[in-house]
């Protein structure tokens, strides 16, 4: 009897020992953290969370929430991301470009709504920063891939030593030169300069006093290749590339750029040679940007580049005189 009474009391403590437990367990908000920002655009950004611990209770909400202000709540715009813990992946939308915004993952169960680490960013393509070359000219760069890209076409007038690059008129004949190191404004008017940059030949811009500011280069064709490559492949890459719409590539033609990738490709024409004299030509319906690769096909005399016609959606390669001017975009080391 005694040992029967003594079990019970046993079983008894055992349980309210559990009840206590269990009515003394107080459930808690989630933890959570905030991913860094990746693939922006100027009106798309890829960010996320991961919930670390869910306090205790269901996670029943979660996502990021952003604004222009700091701090941003579910009250402002926001993803919703499903449930769970864990890592999630987070798409903001409808972004203004060049905008400052504030980003802070979330999580929510029944306690309430706890918010991550705050993030921020500015609306644009990815950059690598801006450039600054010897005559002060400044430069913004483009993110495409493994690859960072200036935006802009070289406009510089000087080497990187401060040796000034000769400069001459569109009726000089050159081609008679051996290493003829000349710039161009085209058609010989410096207010093209400011939007299409300069035109040099191919000489100058593989001088080895370079041309390209300190930490940037000249690039080959294969380091063009795989831009193309990266942006649609060789047959739509020039859709991807080009400056979108008609502001400066000036033919209605030109309904199929978007420039997806921030590059800006415009239309700085080229500066070549019929019948022995040099002629400005495709201001506004084409761009040539040189390559500093040499076509091994033509004895090393001609040189690759990369041109882009208002009207196609291809990029071409082919091979000119190292005398021709061409446009010049420089890429990071």
């Known amino acids: 009897m005694k040992k029967n009474i003594y079990s019970l009391t046993i079983n008894f403590l055992t349980i309210l020992v ?12 989630p933890t959570i953290s905030t991913s860094s920002i990746t693939n922006t655009t ?41 449930a769970g813990s864990g890592n999630y992946t987070s798409y903001l939308t409808g972004l203004t470009k060049n905008k400052t915004y504030y980003v802070r993952a979330y999580a929510t169960n029944k306690v309430g709504t706890n918010y991550g680490n705050q993030v921020s960013f500015i609306a644009d393509f990815p950059n ?25 076409n070289l406009k510089v007038k000087h080497f990187r030593n401060g040796d000034l690059i000769n400069t001459t008129n569109d009726a000089l004949n050159i081609s ?18 400011s939007i299409y940059g300069r035109l040099y030949t191919w000489y100058t811009i593989t001088d080895s006093r370079n041309v390209c500011p300190i930490g940037w280069h000249i690039p080959t064709e294969a380091e063009w290749d795989i831009l193309i490559a990266s942006t649609g492949g060789r047959q739509y890459a020039a859709n991807y590339l080009k400056e979108e719409g008609s502001i400066h590539w000036t033919t209605t033609l030109n309904i199929s750029g978007t420039d997806s990738y921030g590059f800006c490709a415009l239309p700085g024409g080229y500066h070549g040679v019929n ?31 990369k041109s882009i016609f208002d009207a196609s959606s291809q990029v071409f390669g082919n091979s000119a005189p190292k005398f021709d001017s061409y446009s010049v975009r420089c890429i990071k080391d």
């Not at 950004?45 to 029943?60: K, L, M, N």
């Not at 760069?141 to 890209?149: K, L, P, R, Y």
């Open 275 to 305: 019948e022995n004299v040099f002629l400005s030509e495709y201001l506004g319906t084409a761009g040539y940007w040189w390559t500093s690769t040499e076509d091994s096909s033509n004895n090393n005399d001609e040189v690759r580049y």
């Open 128 to 152: 690598c920063g801006t450039i600054t070359d010897i005559d002060g000219n400044v430069y913004h760069s483009v993110t495409i891939g493994a690859q960072c890209w200036m935006k802009e």
């Open 176 to 193: 008679s030169e051996v290493a003829p190191t000349y710039q161009f404004a085209y058609g010989g008017d410096e207010n093209n300069v």
């Open 18 to 29: 559990v009840f206590m437990g269990q009515s003394c367990r107080k459930d808690k908000l």
């Open 42 to 82: 100027p009106t798309n950004a890829d960010c996320g969370g991961t919930i670390s611990s869910d306090g205790g209770a269901a996670i029943i909400e979660r996502g990021v929430c952003w604004s222009t202000n700091q701090n941003p709540t579910i009250a402002d715009n926001k993803t919703l991301d499903g």
